[in-house]
């Protein structure tokens, strides 16, 4: 009998250790990555455990051209990036350019979709430019951010779509500020859930 309590005690340990050691890397990352931009526990929910996992982000803006990217590697192999930049683009347009399946859901002027296929998400706010150049140019700005995600994932399908969205939007309303767009812009808290045809 202590045999067995013994075996049975070592097992728990080494199901303990190996959780601790191999598979909580993602949560060890800040409470909130790329700057502070995104909860880490949508990450958690897109990406698999593993041992180790790392983020970071970069802004590579000049004074007419805004591009802020973030990525998060674990060692697993799994990444997650988003890429957002400023561009003079029209909602319409920015649509047209995703080919494929795509689902939609929009609140106020704000747009997000899903590209069923590529399995990528793509978040486009309104922004009015800092710059007087770039306002003359075009009247149609837009802060674009697109998430993609490669290697295994956690979650599948529709679940995957939608937090990469998320993952997307909260890119987004962060960009907006580091952008500089001109004007207050309120940010519903979540976009709308996207609603599935099956």
Not at 178 to 194: K, N, T
């Amino acid at each position: 009998m202590l045999i067995l309590v013994g075996f049975a005690l070592l097992c728990v340990a080494g199901w303990y250790g190996y959780v601790q050691f191999f598979t909580r890397g993602l949560e060890t990352l800040p409470a909130r990555v790329c700057d502070g931009a995104v909860e880490r526990d949508l990450v958690v929910q897109a990406l698999p455990p593993s041992r180790d996992a790392r983020e970071r982000a970069v802004n590579s803006s000049t004074s007419e051209d805004f591009t802020w990217n973030c990525r998060v590697v674990t060692s697993g192999d799994s990444v997650l990036w988003g890429q957002t930049h400023l561009s003079p683009v029209s909602k319409v347009d920015w649509v047209k350019g995703h080919n494929g399946r795509i689902v939609r859901a929009a609140v106020g002027d704000i747009e997000a979709l899903a590209e069923i296929d590529t399995e990528e998400a793509a978040v486009y706010v309104p922004c009015t430019p800092r710059s007087e150049l770039l306002r003359n140019s075009s009247p149609n700005y837009a802060v674009l951010t697109s998430m993609s995600v490669g290697g295994d994932t956690k979650a599948k399908g529709a679940l995957l779509l939608q937090i990469l969205t998320d993952i997307a939007y909260e890119q987004a309303k962060h960009a907006y500020g580091l952008a500089e767009c001109q004007g207050h812009r309120d940010f519903p808290s979540e976009l709308p859930r996207y609603q599935s045809d099956e």
